[in-house]
């Protein structure tokens, strides 16, 4: 893969994961804007999930190295978390890292394309430098919004369908 496929948005103003659609149909994403210019990419739930339990160990692991710096905010505004439209992805990420830069002090999140391709480094990737708050707020919003999914059944801890749940602990029975 060429180097010029590769997108640094270095750094970022804003940077924050949403959802679209219904509950159980739901289409995650992370969205990072760049002086004017919004990229998207498409994400799994799951990935927001681990990418914001990632962000909170690296943290942490910053701090006991470097213990002087300021503590990362959580803070956010919902209504500046929610995605731009329109929402075009680049690609579907199928890896994500962190690193660390000590001497800007930047965060810098790796998306890596998922795709069909035996050897990953041909894939696309897009490299997103924020700072430690905007990280973690991102994915302290990241949790919030995938909570808002379909509600658990507390029997079988699956999730429940609007129309009706077949349970295996209700042997099948919709509740």
Request: proline share 8%; glycine share 6%; hydrophobic share 35%.
């Amino acid at each position: 893969m060429a180097p010029e496929d590769n997108l640094d948005f270095d750094p970022i103003s804003h940077i924050t994961v949403d959802a679209i659609g219904k509950p159980g149909q739901r289409v995650f994403y992370i969205q990072a804007i760049c002086k004017e210019q919004a990229i998207s990419l498409l994400v799994e739930k799951i990935q927001i999930q681990t990418l914001a339990v990632g962000v909170e160990q690296f943290l942490g692991e910053i701090t006991e190295r470097f213990p002087a710096l300021a503590a990362a905010s959580v803070e956010y505004d919902e209504e500046k978390m929610k995605i731009y439209p329109p929402v075009d992805p680049l690609f579907r990420v199928g890896e994500l890292g962190l690193s660390y830069d000590v001497e800007r002090d930047l965060l810098i999140l790796v998306a890596r394309e998922a795709g069909p391709s035996e050897n990953p480094e041909e894939n696309r990737i897009a490299r997103f430098w924020c700072t430690r708050s905007q990280l973690r707020a991102m994915c302290h919003w990241g949790v919030e919004i995938t909570k808002r999914g379909r509600p658990i059944c507390p029997q079988c801890g699956e999730p429940m369908e609007p129309e009706g749940h077949f349970c295996p602990k209700k042997n099948g029975h919709k509740h």
